[in-house]
Structures are given as structure tokens and as C-alpha cells.
């Protein structure tokens, strides 16, 4: 895909207003690393999800599990990213409904979908 393309898929994975307002967060305390650490944090999470969210299952702690899910759903939200909120929203649904192996599916069938998110969000 050229530049131009690669711009507007980022455009449908993240939300420059959100964004924009940490970045103001940023200038009104001087800071340059706040977006930048947030994004980081999201990364980590998500990367620590499935393990996470096994453990739960495994556990019989249903509530933990729709819990990791609600997390990144939120988290994912506000740091600009909507899709992936989606993404994690659908999960935390199937999950309250018991289906655990589906909200699994669901998240390994969002693999891309999460790359490409993290990916936009380490961009904008």
C-alpha cells in the first residue's frame, strides 16, 4: 500500500481527536512521553491477554476474564484506538455470555487487527 493508502487505513484504526488530547496533556506539563507510554502500557496488556485471560478461565473466575477484556475495551477507547475497543468489547460480550472459547476465537481471529492498531497508535 502507498503512503497515501497507509494514511487513511490509519485514519479507520485510530481517533486523532483522542489523541489529540493527550497530546495536549503533554504540552500543559512539558511533557514529550505520556501518549508514548500509555501506548506502551496497551501493548504490554495486550500482549499479556491471552495468558491472562486463560489463567481466569482456567481459575472458574469468570469475572476476571470479562474484567482483562473490559480493560483493554476501555483502555483501547480512550488512548484513540476504537477498533481494537471493538475488538475487546466483542470479546467482554461473548465472555459474559460464558463462551469462552469464542471470546478466544474472537481475539485470535483480531490478531491483526491488534497489530495493526498498536502499530497506528506507535505512528500517530
Same mark, same amino acid.
Given at each position: 500500500?502507498?503512503?497515501?493508502?497507509?494514511?487513511?487505513?490509519?485514519?479507520?484504526?485510530?481517533?486523532?481527536?483522542?489523541?489529540?488530547?493527550?497530546?495536549?496533556?503533554?504540552?500543559?506539563?512539558?511533557?514529550?512521553?505520556?501518549?508514548?507510554?500509555?501506548?506502551?502500557?496497551?501493548?504490554? +496488556?495486550? &500482549?499479556?491477554?491471552? /495468558?491472562?485471560?486463560?489463567?481466569?478461565?482456567? *481459575?472458574?473466575?469468570? =469475572? @476476571?476474564?470479562?474484567? #482483562?477484556?473490559?480493560?483493554?475495551?476501555?483502555?483501547?477507547?480512550? +488512548?484513540? &484506538?476504537?477498533?481494537? /475497543?471493538?475488538?475487546?468489547?466483542?470479546?467482554? *460480550?461473548?465472555?459474559? =455470555? @460464558?463462551?469462552?472459547? #469464542?471470546?478466544?476465537?474472537?481475539?485470535?481471529?483480531?490478531a491483526a +487487527?491488534? &497489530?495493526?492498531?498498536?502499530?497506528?497508535?506507535?505512528?500517530?
Open positions: 500500500m502507498n503512503y497515501h493508502g497507509d494514511q487513511e487505513a490509519a485514519t479507520l484504526l485510530i481517533d486523532p481527536e483522542a489523541i489529540e488530547e493527550i497530546r495536549r496533556i503533554e504540552r500543559a506539563t512539558g511533557r514529550t512521553d505520556v501518549f508514548s507510554g500509555f501506548v506502551s502500557k496497551l501493548e504490554a +496488556l495486550v &500482549a499479556a491477554f491471552a /495468558g491472562t485471560f486463560s489463567d481466569c478461565v482456567a *481459575r472458574g473466575d469468570a =469475572a @476476571g476474564a470479562v474484567r #482483562a477484556a473490559h480493560t483493554l475495551k476501555g483502555t483501547s477507547r480512550q +488512548l484513540g &484506538a476504537p477498533a481494537l /475497543g471493538d475488538l475487546f468489547a466483542e470479546i467482554e *460480550r461473548v465472555a459474559k =455470555a @460464558g463462551d469462552y472459547g #469464542a471470546a478466544r476465537r474472537e481475539f485470535d481471529a483480531g +487487527l491488534v &497489530a495493526q492498531s498498536i502499530e497506528a497508535l506507535k505512528r500517530a
